[in-house]
C-alpha cells in the first residue's frame, strides 16, 4: 500500500483523512475483496505515527459500512463486495420535500463509496406514478431497490409481487403487518410517546391530536400519544382527535389542503368547554399551519396552547414561536437502508430485518 498523505485541513478529523484513504484504496481495487488490511500497529506508522484510536475509528466507520469485516485473531479483510458499477433504484414520494432528499443523499453517499450508482424515480405524489415505477422495477438495469412510498398509497400487492419475485428491494418508512419485508424506519411510537409526555410533565390536562391517521406512521404516533397521556392520568376523549384525510399530491398542494383542514380543525377544538390547553401533530406542516389558526385567532403560544408537530423540518426553526418537534435522523435512515440493501445483494439468504432508528424531541418555544 502506497504511503498516505494526510492534510493538515482542521475542518476534517484525521480518523476521516484515514477513512478515506482506506476507503479509496477499497474502492480503487488496490486492496481487493478478501484481502488482508495492514494491520493498526503498521497503519499507525504508514500514517506518521497517529494514534491507534484515529485508525480504528477509520476502521470501525467502513466496518459499519461492510467495506471491512474484523476476524477475531486474524485481522481485518475487505469484503466480497457487490458488483463495481452496479445500479440501485431509490423510488421517492417527491423531491420538492427537503426529508425525502436528505434520505436520498444518505442513501447515494453509501452507494457511492461502493461504487454503484443510483438511480432516482420521483413519483411526484402521485400513486399512479408510484404504482408504475414498482411496477417496472425488475424491468430496469438495477440490482434492487430503495422504496419511500406515499404516506396513504396502497402498493402492498406489488411490494408482495417483489418479495416473491425475489427481488432485492428495502422499505424506507413503512411496512406492511401481513407482508414480511425488510425496512429501516424512525421510532414513530416512541416520538409520539415523547411529545405527549413533554405536555404532561407541563401539567397539560386537554390534549389534542391533529393529522392523518392512515399510514404506519401515523398510526405509531397516535398510539405512543395515547399511551404517553394515559401514563400521565390525562383523558383522551374522541372530541379531541381530529383525522385529517388528505389525498395524496405534491408538496404544494398537499399542504395547501392540509392548511384547509387544520383551520377546521382547530376551530372547531377551541370551541371545546373546558378549552384545550395542547395539541400535538403527526407532521410539522399540520403544526405550522396549527400555529398560524391560533396566532389569527388571538391565542398565545405557548401560555394558552402549546404546539408539537413531528419530523423537524427546516421551516420548524423558522417559525414564531419556533416549533417544538420531533427529530426524524433523515440522513442516518438512507444510510442504513442502503446498508441494509446492499448486505441482501450479496446475502440472498439475509433475514427481513426491520430497523428502528431513535428519534429526539427538540425543544423550542411552541412548547
Known sequence: MPSPQLTNNNALPLYQQVEHFLRGQITSGVIGPGEMLPSVKELCLQFGGINHLTVRQAIKNLSEENLVRSIQGRGCFVTEKVAQHGRIAIVLPHLEDTIFIRIAKGAQDVMASRGMRSLILDSRGSEGTESDHIYNLQELPVNGALIFPIANSNIAEQVFKLKMDGFNFVLVDRYFDDIVTP??????????????????????????????????????????????????????PSQLIKSIEISSGAPLSYHSAVRVE??????????????????????????????????????????????????????????????????????????????????????KNAPAERKVLPVKLIVRESA
Open 183 to 236: 425496512c429501516v424506519v424512525a421510532d414513530n411510537y416512541q416520538g409520539g410517546y415523547d411529545s405527549a409526555q413533554h405536555l404532561t410533565k407541563q401539567g397539560r390536562k386537554r390534549v389534542a391530536w391533529i393529522g392523518e391517521l392512515n399510514s404506519t406512521a401515523a398510526r405509531l404516533r397516535f398510539q405512543g400519544f395515547q399511551a404517553a397521556l394515559n401514563d400521565g392520568n390525562v383523558a383522551c
Open 262 to 347: 387544520v383551520t377546521k380543525a382547530v376551530h372547531e377544538l377551541l370551541t371545546l368547554e373546558p378549552r384545550i390547553d395542547a395539541i400535538v401533530c403527526c407532521d410539522d406542516p399540520s403544526a405550522l399551519a396549527v400555529l398560524e389558526v391560533l396566532k389569527n385567532s388571538g391565542v398565545k403560544v405557548p401560555s394558552e396552547v402549546a404546539v408539537i408537530g413531528f419530523d423537524d423540518i427546516a421551516e420548524a426553526s423558522l417559525s414564531e414561536p419556533s416549533l417544538t418537534t420531533i427529530r426524524q435522523p433523515m440522513t442516518e435512515i438512507g444510510r442504513e437502508a442502503a446498508l441494509m440493501l446492499l448486505e441482501r445483494l450479496e446475502n
